[in-house]
């Protein structure tokens, strides 16, 4: 349909020049923002290219950048996809465990039953939630939350708990703690449902021309990476402080990347027992929201 308009369009002075040779102009660029840590590797694994700006960042500020406007897709906390109608499902690709996750740990000066302060690592925000969910419906206690600067270490503050994740969290934390809690894991083993920590998502405003054209390179760069785990191993072992051995074990046994039945289920529980502590709007239909990626048929 596009041809239809060309005559008329190379006859305008300002016409850009690929229109006055009758050439379709590129289609723009989509800026795309995906998690800074270890955990996301295989997920933007050959993602780029033409027409693909890819950016990181934490996930708290994924989630802040794509609301502003300032990226048309990220991979942001599962959720800040609840906050509303704001985004739509982008790919089935995401950050998810079936047990323990390695990386996102909540370690107790005190027993878990005492606790009643709180320190939540700076990037995080799923995990947050998370954290105060399991405390809540588990132990009975909803501690007072603080933020843990980035640049700050667990031993720095004397809170009753401590929350980290992503790459600081594969290490074990400096500092006196009587438990540490494999958030993953707790929420497996307590729900036996899975757990999505991020998911690919797109502002209601980005054309849906731009989603279907995104969504199957999410799905490639998803796979390709899952293919590659050993060389991606093998390149960010050293630098996370991690042996090979162990650097791919995190990537293989630890880590889910397929948004399938049991992780939408696992999104709609979360759901519910967010919004039931005022984490997560009420009125929101995770199943719905989450029934297939926009721009493409359901499936």
């Known amino acids: 349909m596009i041809d239809t308009y060309f005559p008329l369009a190379r006859s305008l002075p300002d016409a850009p020049e690929e229109v006055r040779r009758g050439v379709a102009p590129a289609p723009p660029t989509v800026r795309v923002g995906a ?3 270890l955990n996301t590797r295989p997920l933007v694994h050959g993602l780029g290219g033409p027409g693909i700006s890819l950016d990181y960042d934490l996930p ?19 959720i800040e996809f609840f906050r509303g109608d704001a985004y739509s499902l982008v790919s089935d690709a995401c950050i998810g465990c079936r047990g323990p996750v390695m990386s996102v740990k909540l370690c107790f000066r005190s027993r878990p039953d005492r606790v009643d302060t709180l320190v939540v690592d ?12 399991l405390l809540a419906e588990r132990c009975g206690v909803a501690p007072r939350v603080e933020v843990l600067p980035i640049a700050a270490d667990a031993a720095d503050v004397a809170a009753d708990a401590v929350l980290l994740i992503g790459d600081r969290a594969l290490v074990p934390p400096r500092g006196a703690f009587q438990v ?7 929420w497996c083993r307590w729900t036996g449902l899975p757990f999505v920590f991020a998911v690919w998502a797109a502002r209601r405003d980005v054309p849906a021309a731009t989603l279907r054209r995104v969504e199957p390179l999410l799905g490639a760069a998803r796979d390709s ?9 093998s390149a960010e072992a050293s630098r996370h402080g991690l042996s090979v051995a162990q650097c791919l074990s995190y990537l293989r046994d630890n ?6 039945v049991a992780e939408r289920a696992a999104l709609a529980f979360f759901h519910d027992r967010a919004s039931a502590l005022s ?3 009420r009125g929101f239909d995770p199943m719905a929201a989450l029934a297939h990626p926009a721009g493409s048929p359901p499936r």
């Open 225 to 233: 990476g899952r293919a590659s785990l050993a060389a991606i191993a």
């Open 35 to 37: 998690v800074q840590y």
């Open 122 to 133: 700076e990037g995080s925000r799923t995990s947050v939630a998370l954290a105060r969910i």
């Open 279 to 281: 984490l997560a709007p």
């Open 60 to 78: 708290s500020r994924l989630a802040d950048r794509l609301a502003s406007g300032d990226l048309d897709v990220a991979l942001i906390p599962s």
């Open 180 to 186: 540490v809690w494999d958030l993953g894991d707790e």
């Open 255 to 260: 880590l889910h990347y397929d948004l399938g």
